[in-house]
């Protein structure tokens, strides 16, 4: 029934969602970190998780 349920790809794009949604909160300054650096550090992670959604999507 779920043969084709991939596991690894909806851990990985709920983690993608959540680095996203703290990245955002980072850009809009809702949080107390203000640092230029960890909003960088905060978009790389998240767009390198989308990747690895992407990545393993199919297998």
Do not use: C, E, P
């Amino acid at each position: 029934m779920f043969g084709a349920f991939n596991v690894v790809f909806v851990l990985i794009a709920i983690l993608a969602l959540n680095l996203t949604v703290f990245a955002v909160a980072l850009q809009m300054d809702l949080l107390v970190i203000q640092s230029d650096l960890a909003k960088i550090i905060a978009w790389a992670f998240s767009a390198g998780s989308w990747h690895m959604a992407y990545k393993y999507r199919n297998r």
